[in-house]
């Protein structure tokens, strides 16, 4: 692609994303929701085969899809309360409606089957932008209409969020689908405090985002998109294998890592509202979470999984030089002890 | 008839809605869209929007379905599909048709309809003159108020609109 038509159309899905951010009408913020549905399509279909084009065309038909039902949300809004302004949703219905458009936009279950397609038909680059930049825009307008939003429904869908993101992942071998589940399972915890204290969900998405451009940027740098490829980095860059350890570990959510944190304060939350059961099963699935990541370092960091001979003898030219990756490794596995600052987020 | 005319209208409306989303071929998709610009220009004149309903013929019927028409046009296939000759065309039209009916039927009938918010009848979709909002017309002041405090929605859109034109160049540009 040319690289200034390039460059404006990533600018321009950073600025729907900014717009949806910073406003506070209805009408501007889903102006800001298809602007940047509309500049992310190129950039999905970086590469020109059918792939990417279904996998483009599956994310729009979704995307368009909330956003229809958001605006319906909207006018039902304005329709009960009269007033285009971000608040709390008025109308039980429109707070629905809204809930659901914007867990459509974010791959909740039951609308989660678009991620792993998507995910997988794209390019790594490609689906780093989709499963950390695109959760922002939809996340941060459930911040705010966090006040109204039917606690049944958006822990339904949490639950089940976490419930399919662990079980879903567990028959995976590509790893664009294992980051597609494990991103609904994350989105997820991340729903299910947002009712009890909402300042926890962005704690938590900004340790996800952390987590999550380190594991794709390791991917980047082997160059690996299935579990095979990414079990012969020993022999490429034998370091990469210690951080690809370090880093799963993290997003399962071991505690000497920073992947503990959101859930342990997640957790807390929900004890401190007594709700005992909810967290208890949300702890026990992600474990499936877990086991799947597990089953990534052990074929790739803890093993020398069996391959072919001439595999064992491998050259490349010049590694790829991924910028910020040291300091990503290091604020997604050391941020545990840095904990007792959450105070200041007050 | 005259009172209920908006009521007529948005029905006629919604059915050449579900004409062109039955997916037919894109020239009687077009067509379709001409008879809903044309009804929906209608609703808004019955409003006191004259202008606006003005607009809505000249930019978007007379310049944009026209650029339309003519690159399909261009690039309509020998046998154009209608609605009645391919079966699931025709099937979903009369899905989207029947519910419609029923949707008037529902309305038309009962004393109040409580599905998403109340309609009372058929008498919510009369228009009442109400009150006088002085010696202007509303929506020539909402047209004035878009270019000036609505700055940034004009920025906005103007470059959702660039951002378009580049991105539908890009995806059908190819390799």
């Known amino acids: ?346 | 008839m005259m009172t209920y005319i908006v009521f007529i209208l948005s029905v006629i409306f919604v059915i050449s809605f579900v004409g062109f989303s039955s997916k037919p071929s894109p020239i009687y998709g077009g067509l379709v869209l001409i008879v809903s610009g044309g009804v929906g220009c209608g609703i808004i004149m019955n409003f006191g929007g004259s202008f606006l309903g003005l607009m809505v013929f000249l930019i978007y019927l007379g310049g944009m379905l026209v650029v339309f028409g003519y690159t399909t046009a261009m690039a309509t296939e020998q046998y154009p599909e209608v609605w009645v000759s391919n079966t699931t065309v025709m099937g979903v039209f009369l899905l989207g048709l029947l519910m419609e009916v029923m949707l008037v039927l529902y309305v038309l009938k009962s004393e109040e309809v409580g599905v998403v918010f109340k309609f009372s009848g058929v008498g919510d979709w009369a228009i009442y003159d109400t009150g006088d909002s002085g010696v202007f017309s509303e929506e020539i002041m909402g047209v004035a108020a878009l270019y000036s405090y609505g700055a940034w929605v004009v920025i906005v859109t103007g470059w959702s609109l660039l951002v378009g034109v580049l991105v539908i160049l890009e995806v059908t540009r190819g390799d």
């Open chain 1, 1 to 346: 692609m040319n690289p200034l038509i390039f460059t404006t159309i990533l600018m321009t899905v950073l600025l729907g994303t900014m717009i949806v951010m910073m406003s506070s009408h209805w009408l501007m913020i889903w102006i800001g929701f298809e602007m940047n549905l509309l500049a992310i399509i190129p950039i999905l279909m970086k590469k020109y085969n059918p792939r990417t084009m279904e996998a483009s065309t599956k994310y729009f038909l979704t995307q368009a899809t909330a956003s229809m039902l958001l605006m319906m949300a909207i006018i039902i809004n304005l329709m009960h309360s009269g007033q285009w302004t971000i608040t709390k949703v008025f109308n039980p219905t429109a707070s629905i409606i809204m809930t659901s458009a914007l867990a459509m936009k974010l791959g909740l279950t039951p609308f989660h089957f678009w991620v792993p397609e998507v995910t997988q038909g794209i390019s790594l680059t490609s689906g780093l932008i989709l499963l950390t930049w695109q959760k922002l825009a939809p996340m941060s307008i459930l911040y705010q209409i966090s006040p109204s939003i039917n606690l049944n429904i958006l822990l339904t869908m949490a639950v089940l969020s976490i419930l399919v993101g662990g079980w879903g992942g567990l028959n995976q071998t590509q790893l664009r689908k294992i980051m597609a589940y494990s991103s609904i399972a994350h989105m997820g915890w991340m729903t299910a405090v947002l009712v009890y204290n909402p300042t926890l969900t962005m704690l938590n998405m900004l340790i996800y985002i952390m987590m999550t451009l380190t594991m794709f940027m390791l991917f980047i740098h082997s160059s690996s998109t299935t579990t095979l490829s990414l079990s012969h980095t020993w022999n490429k860059t034998p370091l990469t294998t210690t951080l690809i350890l370090i880093t799963l570990l993290s997003m399962g959510g071991l505690p000497p890592l920073s992947g503990f944190m959101p859930k342990w304060m997640i957790i807390q939350e929900l004890t401190k509202n007594s709700s005992i059961i909810l967290p208890t099963l949300m702890a026990i699935m992600a474990l499936l979470n877990l086991y799947f990541y597990m089953r990534l370092t052990y074929s790739t960091s803890l093993t020398m999984f069996p391959s072919t001979n001439n595999m064992k003898m491998k050259w490349q030219f010049e590694t790829k030089r991924i910028t910020l990756l040291p300091p990503l490794i290091v604020m997604s596995s050391l941020l545990l002890p840095l904990t007792p600052m959450l105070s200041i987020l007050d």
